[in-house]
């Protein structure tokens, strides 16, 4: 049962009489008091605010994350230790990421809120037998509803009567065109966008009047169905949120086992409990590498400011990086890969078909036959098209703020175009005209040019070919009408996804115009138009491909139109557009087999964008959707990255969405993908890095214990270097530019590892490297009699600048790093550099350095060393790479 009371029906198959039965009402309206009581019934036309949590429940679900606690338990040893510095890095660390995400989540929660603010504000109902103005929250089931053009429909509306009514439904169903409404039931299984009998709640009337029965309001309508399905729709988690929750969560487990194991074995030689409490402590917090957070914090939000700067907003950090990860992108096509400006691209006569170039309605571009630009003047049958066009059109297009722009519907937008490229400047005056009337489907009107008139027609070929005995460009200069050839035309174009309209002419001797003179027509030709792809949209799609990025394309619109468009694009070559229809007869499994063999989808309703989205999810693939109709808001939230259009999206369509596009660029999701690559191969390059010096750091001290041995390294100078490579050597990395080959790289197995196999062999014999290096440097010097604070201090010395080099070779995963652009590109890396050299220098030879940290001042043996430690860790690391690259792992 629905809100009415009546269980759910098909409104748009049934007749008016049926549908005015089951509501329990006339033609007439209700009476005031009949409304009122449907009123109290099933409440106010209006969509229910979001339930929300209460935004403490949502400050304290940041926390609930396996990094987070690792931090927090790293700020607990650090505290317990007395390291305050440490302890307040990390715990600021933690406080900044948990109100970076309070605050993005706030925003997500406002996406309802977009669509309720496309209902109406206010309805013309007929109450007692009088048309009243009513607000639309008040209308209910059974009121009677006036349309007129202009109007946002109040609810959804089974249609009664017409003139002429048509209704841009963009927002719900993605169709670029308005579309025609007519009184006559449709079948029940017609999508929404073939629903001609319905208006919906929402949408706007662009031309005409019309009225008729409400039967749906509220969620009961169709927004509000997508609006319970986008509140349904549970965001996922990221790719980089489920393997840095894998990888810390593993992590922190290994680090505790060995943590409590060298406790355990350290109680079997001499040292103290204390002794053994700090070292245990001292090794937790050198293998945790706590500093990653923040590296992946910053790396993010260095990816979020440049994709700014590309004209992409990202609503989440950790989009811009899933983006780079995705495996599907899913687009709509109106507006995203085309244009939305309809535009004439050729013009058919009896005896010619000339092509018009340019796009779009700015008026450029020259008009040709066999790619020869023509003079309209030699070619009668094109002038006389090019004199319907402007004439028998209601539209402008002008230049505002330095672009052309239309005012009009987008056909006739796309004919005075094509007129305005032929320098056509409207001599003549309008007496009368018929307006475009869904039941006749053409438009006429009546013209004086030097003492004649003319009627000029133009509207769909088949009913001006009824309307017509002869072809050719002037009633005095005619042939035989030839319905055959036209009619080859037709199927010729159509197959090209092209809408094709025709236009006629009369003479005619009176002063106005009705119906029975756009009769016996002299038949001119054709208007071939489209919705032309953008140009920049195609190499994009290129490039996606390039790098392993399947593009499908989801579509409102016809399957021919969308066919084509998308074989234009390069998408789904070869392949025909799956319907809606078809999407609605499969089960999920059949669904899924679907969408693994086909890329274009015409004629979709946003439960079926929706079902497509997750059944690709149910693949294993990594989504993005993107969008600009409220019609797409569902699968947006529903994809791992929405990206919505900034410009021609609704509201609803960005609140859901995770990156808006600022210039409805498709190209400008290639460069977010480029970026997201970029800033999850720089997060990979920063756990290589960081895990060794860490791991080296643990080795140190677990190994001592283990073999009973004085601690090469006390956990205050752990401490030490852990803190000056966090705020140095570990940020360094977040700047690097992206390697050369990044977008010819196949996307990256979802669900994998952060870590690849190279990755986790090269961490394992670094941290053997520089570990085993720093305890050699140490016992010799003991046995070549430094002194415990001369050798500690060289051992430190090692850890330091043995990660100086390994930064070195860590800059360029699959390249050599002994290259030019080593010098030349991210100097921030040398800043780093420079900044820990420093502070290692104060750590060795400053007085206050020394009391705090035990320190002592060295020799040149103290830093040549070191040095030579460090060269060693570069070359070794170095014949790695190339080994690798030989034998083609990663």
Not at 128 to 144: F, L, N, R, Y
Not at 181 to 186: A, H, I
Not at 670 to 680: D, K, L
Not at 742 to 754: F, L, V
């Amino acid at each position: 049962m629905d809100r009415t009371g009546q269980s759910a029906a098909q409104w748009h198959a049934e007749t008016i009489d049926e549908a005015a039965e089951r509501l329990g009402v006339g033609t007439g309206g209700l009476s005031s008091d009949e409304a009122a009581e449907r009123l109290e019934a099933v409440g106010l036309n209006e969509l229910a605010p979001p339930g929300k949590d209460s935004a403490f429940a949502r400050l304290l679900r940041q926390f609930n994350d396996p990094m987070i606690w690792v931090l927090i338990g790293a700020a607990a040893f650090t505290a317990i230790l007395g390291h305050w510095v440490d302890t307040i890095v990390i715990l600021a660390v933690v406080i900044i990421n948990a109100v970076i995400g309070f605050i993005q989540e706030g925003r997500a929660e406002d996406a309802l809120e977009g669509i309720r603010k496309m209902l109406s504000l206010s309805a013309d109902v007929r109450r007692d037998g009088t048309w009243v103005e009513i607000p639309a929250e008040q209308v209910v089931p059974g009121d009677v509803v006036w349309l007129s053009a202009g109007d946002r429909v109040p609810a959804d509306i089974r249609l009664t009567e017409v003139s002429s009514l048509r209704v841009d439904e963009a927002a719900l169903t993605g169709e670029s065109e308005p579309v025609d409404k007519s009184t006559d039931p449709v079948e029940a299984d017609a999508g929404v966008g073939d629903r001609s009998s319905m208006a919906f709640s929402g949408t706007t009337v662009v031309a005409g009047a019309g009225a008729g029965i409400v039967v749906g309001t509220a969620e009961d309508t169709e927004i509000g169905r997508i609006s319970t399905m986008l509140s349904e729709v549970e965001s996922l988690e990221t790719p980089l949120t489920k393997q840095m929750t894998k990888f810390s969560s593993g992590l922190a487990i290994v680090v505790v086992v060995l943590a409590v194991a060298m406790f355990g074995i350290g109680l079997l030689y001499d040292y103290s409990w204390s002794e053994l409490v700090l070292s245990s402590i001292g090794f937790a917090v050198a293998a945790i590498p706590e500093g990653l957070p923040a590296v992946l914090t910053i790396t993010l939000a260095l990816g979020v400011q440049k994709m700014a700067g590309r004209n992409a907003i990202t609503r989440r950090m950790t989009s811009v990086e899933t983006l780079g990860s995705v495996t599907t992108i899913c687009t709509d096509k109106t507006g995203t890969l085309t244009r939305n400006e309809m535009t004439v691209q050729a013009v058919i006569t009896a005896h010619h078909d000339y092509e018009v170039e340019g796009t779009g309605y700015a008026p450029e571009g020259a008009i040709t036959l066999d790619g020869d630009a023509v003079r309209i003047e030699d070619h009668a049958g094109l002038g006389t098209l090019v004199r319907i066009a402007g004439l028998a059109n209601d539209s402008t297009v002008s230049k505002q703020n330095g672009s052309w722009a239309l005012s009009g519907e987008p056909t006739d937008g796309a004919l005075r175009t094509f007129a305005m490229k032929a320098d056509f400047d409207n001599p003549q005056e309008r007496i009368d005209s018929v307006p475009f009337d869904s039941t006749y489907k053409y438009m006429a009107t009546l013209d004086s040019h030097e003492g004649q008139s003319w009627v000029h027609v133009k509207g769909a070929p088949d009913r001006l070919l009824d309307r017509s005995t002869t072809q050719g460009f002037s009633p005095n200069s005619s042939e035989p009408l030839d319905r055959e050839f036209w009619e080859q035309k037709i199927d010729e174009y159509s197959s090209r996804g092209l809408r094709l309209l025709a236009a006629a002419i009369r003479q005619v001797d009176t002063d106005g115009l009705d119906h029975d003179h756009v009769e016996e027509l002299t038949f001119v030709g054709l208007y071939a138009i489209i919705d032309p792809p953008r140009d920049e949209a195609i190499e994009a799609i290129r490039l996606c491909r390039q790098a392993g990025i399947r593009v499908a394309m989801i579509t409102g619109d016809h399957a021919g139109t969308a066919t084509a468009i998308g074989h234009a694009m390069g998408i789904g070559q070869d392949q025909r557009a799956v319907t809606g229809a078809e999407l609605e007869a499969a089960d999920d499994e059949e669904l899924r087999e679907i969408v693994r063999k086909h890329e274009i989808f015409a004629r979709t309703s946003p439960e079926h964008k929706l079902r497509l989205v997750r059944a690709m999810q149910a693949n294993g693939e990594v989504v993005s959707m993107t969008g600009d109709g409220v019609n797409d808001a569902p699968a947006l939230k529903q994809a791992d990255v929405g990206v919505a259009m900034g410009i021609k999206g609704t509201e609803a369509t960005k609140d859901a969405a995770d990156i808006v596009l600022a210039d409805d660029n498709f190209a400008t999701i290639e460069a977010a993908v480029e970026m997201g690559r970029t800033i999850y191969d720089n997060l990979r390059k920063a756990i290589i890095f960081m895990l060794p010096t860490n791991g080296a750091q643990g080795l140190v001290i677990l190994t001592a214990v283990l073999l009973g041995l004085t601690l090469p390294l006390t956990p205050v100078q752990v401490l030490w270097v852990n803190m000056i490579t966090a705020v140095t050597l570990s940020l360094a990395l977040a700047f690097e530019p992206a390697e050369a080959d990044i977008m010819k790289r196949p996307p990256r197995q979802p669900g994998g590892s952060i870590l690849p196999r190279s990755g986790v062999l090269r961490i394992a014999y670094v941290s053997l490297l520089i570990g085993g290096s720093t305890i050699a440097v140490f016992v010799l010097g003991m046995e070549a009699g430094w002194g415990v604070d001369y050798a500690r201090t060289v051992a430190v010395n090692t850890l330091v600048v043995g990660q100086i080099f390994y930064l070195l070779a860590s800059r360029f995963t699959r390249t050599s790093s002994i290259r030019r652009e080593l010098i030349t590109t991210n100097p921030l890396s040398w800043v780093s550099i420079g900044v820990m050299i420093l502070l290692q220098i104060g750590f060795v030879h400053l007085p206050v350095m020394q009391t705090a940290f035990s320190s002592q001042s060295v020799g040149w043996v103290g830093w040549l060393v070191p040095i030579g430690v460090g060269i060693a860790v570069f070359l070794v690391v170095e014949i790695e790479k190339a080994l690798t690259r030989s034998g083609g792992r990663d």
